[in-house]
């Protein structure tokens, strides 16, 4: 994985990941996601 690349996985887990963590507990649930998956479901949308 190149410099360049690597960088735009990092961008995507963080935009994905700040956006999760904006939306309520209750919306959350709702996708079926909980606060702890966070960083898993961040990982994978970033790939």
Known sequence: MGITSAFRAYRS?????NELNRLSNRELADL???RADIPAV???ASR
């Open 42 to 44: 961040a990982r994978q």
């Open 32 to 34: 079926g996601i909980s």
């Open 13 to 17: 887990y963080r935009q994905t990941s």
